[in-house]
Every structure is written in structure tokens, then in C-alpha cells.
């Protein structure tokens, strides 16, 4: 059931949350936490009974394993570690077999010339986002973080259905401690707090990732008829792509306000899982706020297991480790470019399945290695920071932005070769106006005037994208997410906010010819850092949003994070 | 702290009402998709240009309003070429309505008749007969459910009783749109501009595809015979699109409805264009196919007579060469024909016309027919040797690997 179908906003979300009200008011909490475990299993089984058992059968088998860690002595290590390498083994075998054995067939079928029949797994809905969430759940229960635990409130954890089929993906301390009938009773704030982060969402995803979502086929699905086919011109493939980014970027980003928002009504902080990346100064930064909980993830259980093996083979064989701007080459490749060239390719076999997946994946690792071993190395050769970020901070920014969209196209395309001709298309070597126009008598002029309303979209989108305040910054005051700080000042990650005070900064001071925009820029300014009030005016344009993105509904398509 | 949020909650439920109420008044008003059927009003919203886009949704309810005595089926052809309003309609088979719905096969002509000829009593139906709808095509997949559950019947005949509850879902899902919104803005915009395109008793009018051609000084026709050399090469013909003429005949016979079936008349290079991709014997059968359908014995009882007509043929019409402006009097493309051309035609079909324009086909004249055309080909050949050899050049020109 997605969340932008009108069962879902007009049936199973209201009678959910009108059980909810009804059983935390009248009846004990521990009631209305059943409810919503039940009305969560309906929400998966909408999607087909035979997803929901692979399901209940994945998360019945990591809460066994994890019920025989918890009763495991912590004496007995050997035993505790084949249960839980045991249990991550059984997690990733469990998503490898339902996303990618018919890949693998099919690749063998390619290869070898064999006849494997190519749909015979089912792809239960949100299974990437499950296992993930139970292997964190396994490695925190072995490190004894998660000293004991209940069948109940692991169901919650595992089935919560606002971040079930795109997470985030949730740490067990993030999300069990919540459940209290305290925090329940805000009905009325969370109510009021969980409808604005659900409007936005609702409204990015309807109306401006569908709406801008029309152009992106003209470069990644041209027509291919004889009589119609061509490669792919300069803007035309420029403006597919932007599309592409601007729709994946407003597609996740709606769905992760949507998740935040249904889960606050529930009295449910979830974590942030998208911060305004495209704004982002350099590749890291950008990984630090597109998926936030799956780079979090990765970060914790395979980049930074990974640089502590090779750190500690490299010291006990007397090689050298990283010395800041000292660094040797073999180090920075030994202990930066490859654990996060493999990091990147399981973040790209994650995200689907197919070899322009894992290119896209290496291609961000490509980045990373290469902004990584830069501010490593930086101070050797430009040691003045201050010039450093007056000079580095817009262009990275513009150069961040470029790679990010030079990646979607792999991420896109049906193949690695459609990706390249694509590519192609942007440099130009397929000239910049199409045969079909040149064909038709038409010049530049008249294909420039047809792009009117493609380039308007993707330049409006941009504008948003860059200047105005995001959802989580728009409801500051009011605590959106779990780590999302009400304050920019003493904030978790003041890197982030900082970087976003000073974009803005850097457009009020390049505009200082024009006082109105300075001062529209200004209040964007205040707005991204304090928020906004819940006043009469904010009331007007939720509602707004809200009418708009339910007049859009019939017209939706289905979120493109959901097939990860 | 709740009465803060309660405050926010009450103003946001009253704004929210106040739009929603507005932009479904101005839907409702509007009414782009014509599914609720608000009066047509001059400088308001009488143009609806969605005619473009939307036939198959505006047809369904359009014609049930009409209530005609005459409907007229077929493809773009038929609603861009004839004339619902043409004068040589008789009195007695008037209203005439254009029941034609562009880019659709035999199938969908088949379900709008029945759909119409269970709620009123009609007289006459003619139909346009386009050979490239008869070639495996996936009819009428596309649409989707609500297709099918739009209209008053079933494909068997029995009455559709999901008909009413897609009527609600058609009302609510245009009324609460946003995609409806916008086309009430375009419709709005049109009718103050007072020129877009419109339906006018079913008829396509001042269709944007005829000023996109206009606009290209004829350099689309030579595209459009590209499409076109995709449109036939390979191709055979559909059973399934036979069965549905067979079926339009069964219906009319069975309500003693008469019928005029008549195959359109294309431009000469379209006529080639069926000749090099190897299909022209395909387009022969096609016809013995239709003959034999329409020379079936009517069922016992049944008095009504199935009459077909066949335009496709070199003629002083199909051998019109583009004058200096690139334009043509009797084709917009090959395909499809000028409503000029269209007058003739249903001049001709009603008894009228010029006599050396088409053909009626029978059984006793059909042999006689191919060969006529075969001889008509030959000498166009003979007389304009370079538009046959354009043609030519073209396809090998599309696939370089054809001798």
C-alpha cells in the first residue's frame, strides 16, 4: 500500500489512527501498540501474503537469533559469534536470494547460453530495507547494547509501517524507547505536527516529483521505432537527467516526510533520512544527507569494519596507516580507496539490481576516494583555509552537483551502454538540435521555445531545492525528526546546518543589488535556522499543499524508492 | 500548548475546505472532460480542447446526450475528414453524431456502437475501415479497465453493471484533479482566445495535428511516410479486428440498423508505400476478407443491407501532388484525408458525388475491382516515375539491408 494511494490516506491511515486514539484513551498502551503492530501486517499483507510471510519468517528468525545472543553468556564468545555471523549470513543469503537470484540467472543465460527461468523469486516489498534493519538489530543485540528485548516490541520495531518499505532504516534505541503512553497522549501536537510533515510530503512526491517526472523518458525511453528513433541531442539529454535527479530527489525526499510525519502522529520520532542534499559543498557531505540511516548504516557495519581490519594488518605487518596531509599513496589506497570502492558497490547492488547499479556505485565511490584523499592531502598544497572555503565552497558545491547528476544517469538507464549514450548526449556529439526537428524545417528557435516548459520546471525545482527551507527546517521548532535539532545552536550535526546557513549566506551577500530579493532571501535565511510558527498563514499553505497533493493523487505514480 | 495547535488545526481544517471548494467549483463549472455535462457556454467553456486527448472519455458521455439517429465510426480519419454537420446528411437520419475515436482499432468502434445502440434507436452507422488498424494491434490494452466499464454494455451484450460506479469514479476522479484543474485553466484560456481545438457533434475540429502540418511546409508528410513504411512492414492481419467488423455488422443487422462500411481512401505514396514493404497482397485479401463479411446472409428476419464502399485507389484525389506551399486539398498526409475529400465521400456513400470516386464492392465485382487499381497503379508508375521511386529510396533509405 504506497502512500500516495487513496486506500491508504482515506482508509487504512484514518481507522489506524482513529484505533490508535481510541485504545491509548480507553484502553492500556501496550493495546494500542498491538493495533498498530496488526494494522502493520495488514499494511505489508496489501501487498501480497506471500511477501508477508518471507517477512514474518525473516524477522521470526533474527528474533530467535537474537533471543539465543541475549540468553548466550557473554563468557561463551565463540558460540555468540556464530550466532551472530551466523544470523547476518542468513539475513544476506535471505536478500540476495529475493533481489538478485534472478539476476544471477539471468546473467547466466547471457553468458553461458543457458535457458534458467528468470522469475522465479518473488521481491517482497521493503525486504532491503528490512534486512538492513535486522542486521543492525542483530550486531547491537551482540554488542550487548540491546541487553533484552520482548516478541512485541521487536515486532514493532521490524513492522512499523511508516518506514517499512523505504525506511528509514532504524536503529532498535531509536524507536522501542518511544513507545510511551506519555508520549501518545500529545495527541493534538503530534496530530498537528505529523499532518505538516505528511502535506509536504504528500505534496513533493504528487504534484513536483510526478509533475516534473513527464521529461524524463524523452532521453531514457526515446521512442524506438525506426521512423522516430534517434540518439539523444545535447538538451534534450540535460534536461532528461536534471528531471531525473529533480524526480528521485523530490520522490525520496516526500516519502521520507510522509514516513516521519504518519509515524509523529502515532506519538513516533523517526530519524532523518533526507537533508536538502543537493545542496551539499562536496560528495561527503551529500552522503551525509541523501539516505542519512542507510549511510549510516554502511558507515558503521562495513566502512568502518573495514579500514579497522586493514589498519590493524597494515600496523602489524609495519606498513604505514594515514597521517593527515603525510599520507603515503599506499595507505590512502589501501585504507580510503578501497573500503569505500566496496562500500559504494554494496551501496550500489543494494539500491538494484543490474551492472549500471553497480557502477553507479563505484562511480560515488570514485568521488568519495577522491574528496576523501583531498582533504586529507589539502593542507599541503592550499594550506589558507579561509581562501580555501571562499573559493572551494561554490565551486564544490557546483561540482558536487554535477557529479551526483553524472551518476543518475547510470542509476537511470536500463543498461550500462543506454547510461553511456546518454552521456554521449550530454557532451554534445549528437548536436544540439534533433534530426526530427532539423527534418522538419524547424531551428533552434522553435526547439528552444518547445523546452519553455521543460526547462521551467527543472529551473523552479532547482530554485527550491537551493534556497527555500526544507521540511525538517520548516518544523524545527516542533522537533521533526529524532536527531533533528529544534536550535541550530549545540545541534548534532552542526556541520550540516552550517553548511546550509552559509549557501544561504552566500546568496544574500551576491545579491545585495536587489533589496527585496536580499530581504525574501533573508527570511528564507531565519526560516531555515528558527522555523516557522504555526500561525494562521503557516495553516493557509499546508492546506494548500495538502488540497493540491490530493487533487494529484489520481495521477501518481508509485514511489521509485520502493522497488530498492 | 494544545490550544496553540488546536488553533493551527482549526484554520488549517477551514482553509482546506475553502480550497477544495474552489477548485472543484471550478471543475464542475468547466467541465473540460464534458463526464458531469454543465451547458456549453460561449467565451466560457464551450470549446473543449481535451478532444485531443481525452476522445474516449468525452465520446462515452458526449454521444449519450447527442441521442442521434446516426452515428459514424472509425479512426483520426473519419473524425478529422467527416463532417457530423455536412449537409448532404438526409433530414431522416438526422442528428448525425462522430462517434470516431483517433488511434483506435475495430474493438473500440465496436464497444462505442453497442454502447450507444443500447440506449437509443439508431438509423444508420457508417464506418471508415483504415487497413493499418487491422494489423496485430494490441486494441484496445492501452485503455484500460475503465474502458470497458465506461460503457453500457458488455462485450456479450449484457447490460454493464459497473457502468454507474464507474460514472461516479469518472465524476469524482475529474472533479477532485489536479490534472483536471489544469486542463479547466487550458479550457478557460481557450474559449477566451475563441481558437483550439473542439468537438462539435463528435466531430475532431480545428485539430492541432492539421496546424503542426501546416506548420512544417509539408516536410511531415515525408515523416509520416516513414511512419507509415513502420506501420505496414511485416505486419498481417488481425483475426481479432476482423471479428470485430464481423460483430458491428452481427449488431446492426440484429437492430436493422443500416450499414455503410467504407475503406478509406489514402494518397498514392501510401498506396506504394503498401507495394515495396511487400504488404499490397495482404491489402488485397483484406478486402476479399471484408467483402466476404459483408456478403454474409443476414440473419432470418433481418431486411438490413451492409453496403461497402472502397476508396482506396489511384485517382485524380490520391495522385494530388503538394502545390508550392507544400499543402494539399484532398490529404493532410498520406493517411489522412482533407474534410473537402470527406464531403465527397459521403456524397458518394449516400448516392451522390462523383461517380468515378470509389467503388461499391461486391463479391461479382471484387476481382474486377483489385485489377482495376493494379492497372491504375501501373499507369501512375508510367506517369509520375519519381514520386514512386521517392518512395522507394526511402525505405531502402530506413533499411539499408532491403534490395
Known amino acids: 500500500m504506497a502512500f500516495n494511494s487513496y486506500e491508504f490516506i482515506f482508509i487504512f491511515l484514518p481507522l489506524t489512527y482513529a484505533g490508535f486514539w481510541l485504545l491509548v484513551r480507553w484502553a492500556a498502551y501496550t493495546a494500542a501498540v498491538n493495533w498498530l503492530i496488526l494494522t502493520s501486517i495488514i499494511f505489508y499483507a496489501y501487498a501480497g501474503l506471500a511477501g508477508l510471510e518471507i517477512i514474518a519468517s525473516e524477522i521470526l528468525f533474527n528474533y530467535l537469533i537474537a533471543s539465543a545472543l541475549v540468553r548466550t553468556e557473554p563468557a561463551r564468545k565463540r558460540l555468540r559469534r556464530v550466532l551472530f555471523v551466523g544470523g547476518v549470513t542468513g539475513n544476506v543469503l535471505i536478500l540476495s536470494y529475493f533481489k538478485y537470484w534472478n539476476f544471477l540467472l539471468a546473467t547466466a543465460n547471457t553468458l553461458w547460453a543457458t535457458n534458467f527461468n528468470v522469475d522465479q523469486a518473488i521481491f517482497p516489498l521493503g525486504i532491503s530495507f528490512l534486512t538492513f534493519q535486522q542486521i543492525a538489530f542483530l550486531a547491537d543485540v551482540w554488542s550487548r547494547q540491546i541487553p533484552s528485548f520482548n516478541l512485541r516490541d521487536h515486532l514493532f520495531f521490524s513492522l512499523f509501517f511508516p518506514r517499512t518499505v523505504a525506511g528509514p532504516i532504524v536503529r532498535y534505541k531509536e524507536i522501542v524507547p518511544q513507545l510511551s503512553a506519555t508520549a501518545a497522549r500529545d495527541f493534538v501536537p503530534n496530530f498537528a505536527v505529523g499532518i505538516c510533515l505528511f502535506s509536504i510530503g504528500l505534496f513533493k512526491k504528487t504534484v513536483l516529483a510526478d509533475g516534473v517526472a513527464q521529461f524524463v523518458p524523452e ?57 536538502s542534499p ?10 551525509g544527507r541523501w ?73 560515488h565511490g570514485g568521488y568519495l576516494t577522491i574528496n576523501q584523499s583531498w582533504r586529507l592531502l589539502r593542507p599541503r598544497f592550499w594550506p589558507d583555509q579561509v581562501s580555501y572555503d571562499r573559493i572551494m565552497k561554490p565551486l564544490g558545491a557546483f561540482l558536487t552537483f554535477m557529479a551526483v547528476t553524472v551518476a543518475m544517469v547510470f ?9 553511456l549514450s546518454i552521456l554521449g548526449g550530454m557532451v554534445g556529439v549528437n548536436g544540439v538540435v534533433p534530426h526530427l526537428y532539423e527534418n522538419l524545417g524547424f531551428g533552434l ?25 526544507n521540511s525538517l527546517e520548516l518544523m524545527r521548532r516542533f522537533q521533526p525528526a529524532s536527531d533533528f535539532p529544534r536550535e541550530t545552536k549545540g545541534m548534532a550535526h552542526p556541520q550540516v546546518i552550517q553548511s546550509s546557513v ?47 497533493a490530493l487533487f494529484a493523487l489520481s495521477a501518481s505514480s508509485g514511489f521509485l524508492y520502493f522497488r530498492f | 500548548m494544545d490550544e496553540y495547535f488546536r488553533c493551527f488545526l482549526t484554520k488549517w481544517a477551514l482553509a482546506g475546505v475553502i480550497f477544495i471548494a474552489l477548485l472543484v467549483a471550478l471543475n464542475v463549472m468547466v467541465d473540460p472532460y464534458m463526464v458531469i455535462g454543465v451547458p456549453r457556454v460561449a467565451g466560457f467553456n464551450a470549446r473543449k480542447p481535451s478532444i485531443e486527448t481525452h476522445t474516449y472519455l468525452l465520446k462515452a458521455y458526449d454521444v449519450l446526450r447527442a441521442d442521434p439517429r446516426t452515428v459514424l465510426l472509425g479512426t483520426s480519419t473519419v473524425g478529422l475528414g467527416i463532417d457530423a454537420n455536412d449537409a448532404a446528411w438526409p433530414s431522416k437520419d438526422r442528428p448525425v453524431y462522430n462517434l470516431s475515436i483517433q488511434g483506435r482499432g475495430p474493438y473500440t468502434a465496436f464497444r462505442y456502437l453497442q454502447h450507444i445502440a443500447s440506449r437509443t434507436d439508431l438509423d444508420l452507422v457508417v464506418m471508415g475501415l483504415d487497413f493499418n488498424f487491422f494489423l496485430d494491434a494490441p486494441d484496445p490494452v492501452e485503455l484500460g479497465p475503465e474502458f470497458e466499464q465506461r460503457l453500457a454494455v458488455l462485450p456479450d451484450g449484457q447490460v454493464n453493471t459497473r457502468q454507474a460506479w464507474q460514472r461516479i469514479r469518472d465524476v469524482l476522479q475529474t472533479t477532485f484533479s489536479l490534472d483536471t484543474v489544469s486542463e479547466s485553466v487550458v479550457t478557460l484560456s481557450a474559449n477566451v482566445r475563441g481558437e483550439s481545438p473542439n468537438i462539435v457533434a463528435g466531430n475532431w475540429e480545428n485539430s492541432g495535428y492539421f496546424r503542426f502540418i501546416a506548420q512544417t511546409g509539408g516536410r511531415y508528410v515525408s515523416l509520416w511516410d516513414r511512419r507509415i513504411i513502420d506501420l505496414y512492414r511485416g505486419k498481417q492481419v488481425s483475426p481479432k479486428a476482423m471479428e470485430s467488423v464481423k460483430a458491428i455488422i452481427h449488431l446492426c443487422e440484429t437492430r436493422r440498423i443500416r450499414l455503410i462500411l467504407f475503406i478509406s481512401p489514402i494518397h498514392a505514396d501510401e498506396l506504394e508505400v ?29 431486411d438490413v443491407t451492409v453496403s461497402l464502399w472502397d476508396f482506396s485507389e489511384y485517382d485524380a484525389y490520391s495522385t494530388e501532388s503538394p502545390s508550392e506551399d507544400a499543402t494539399m486539398r484532398w490529404f493532410r498526409d498520406s493517411s489522412h484525408y482533407s474534410r473537402e475529400l470527406g464531403r465527397v465521400i459521403v456524397q458518394r456513400i449516400l448516392g451522390g458525388g462523383d461517380v468515378h470516386f470509389g467503388s461499391l464492392l461486391s463479391l461479382e465485382t471484387l476481382d474486377a475491382r483489385l485489377l482495376d487499381i493494379q492497372r ?13 521511386q521517392r518512395v522507394r529510396d526511402l525505405y531502402k533509405s530506413m533499411y539499408a539491408d532491403v534490395q
Open chain 1, 502 to 548: 552559509s549557501v544561504a549566506s552566500i546568496h544574500v551577500a551576491s545579491v545585495t543589488a536587489y533589496p527585496k530579493l536580499r530581504a525574501a532571501l533573508t527570511a528564507c535565511t531565519n526560516v531555515r535556522t528558527r522555523g516557522i510558527a504555526l500561525n494562521g498563514p503557516t495553516a493557509a499553505v499546508i492546506a494548500l499543499t495538502i488540497v493540491l
Open chain 2, 376 to 388: 491504375q497503379r501501373d499507369l501512375y508508375r508510367k506517369e509520375k516515375p519519381h514520386e514512386s
Open chain 1, 291 to 363: 539516505h542519512i540511516t542507510l549511510t549510516r548504516f554502511l558507515t558503521a557495519y562495513v566502512y568502518t569494519p573495514l579500514v579497522l581490519h586493514i589498519t590493524r594488518t597494515r600496523l602489524a605487518k609495519g606498513k604505514s596507516v594515514l597521517h593527515g596531509r603525510l599520507s603515503s599513496l599506499s595507505a590512502i589506497v589501501a585504507l580510503v580507496a578501497l573500503p569505500t570502492l566496496l562500500t559504494m558497490a554494496v551501496s550500489g547492488v543494494w539500491h538494484g539490481v543490474g551492472w549500471q547499479f553497480v557502477i553507479w556505485g563505484l562511480l
Open chain 1, 445 to 469: 528557435s522553435t526547439y528552444l521555445v518547445n523546452l519553455i516548459m521543460p526547462f521551467s520546471w527543472v529551473g523552479i525545482l532547482l530554485l527550491i531545492v537551493m534556497l527555500m527551507p
Open chain 1, 219 to 275: 532521453a531514457f525511453n526515446p521512442p524506438t521505432a525506426v521512423w522516430l528513433s534517434e540518439p539523444v541531442s545535447l538538451l534534450t539529454a540535460w534536461i532528461s537527467v536534471l528531471a531525473y535527479t529533480l524526480e528521485l530527489y523530490f520522490d525520496f525526499s516526500g516519502y521520507s516526510d510522509m514516513a516521519l510525519g504518519a509515524g509523529r502522529l502515532f506519538g513516533v520520532k523517526l530519524p532523518m533520512n533526507f537533508n
Open chain 1, 411 to 419: 542509476f537511470r538507464a536500463t543498461s550500462p551502454a543506454s547510461a
Open chain 2, 274 to 302: 503498401l507495394d515495396v514493404v511487400g504488404s499490397w497482397k495482404n491489402f488485397e485479401d483484406w478486402k476479399r476478407g471484408l467483402v466476404a463479411l459483408a456478403s454474409e446472409r443476414p440473419p432470418a428476419g433481418s
Open chain 1, 278 to 287: 543537493l545542496r551539499a559543498h562536496n560528495i561527503v557531505e551529500f552522503w
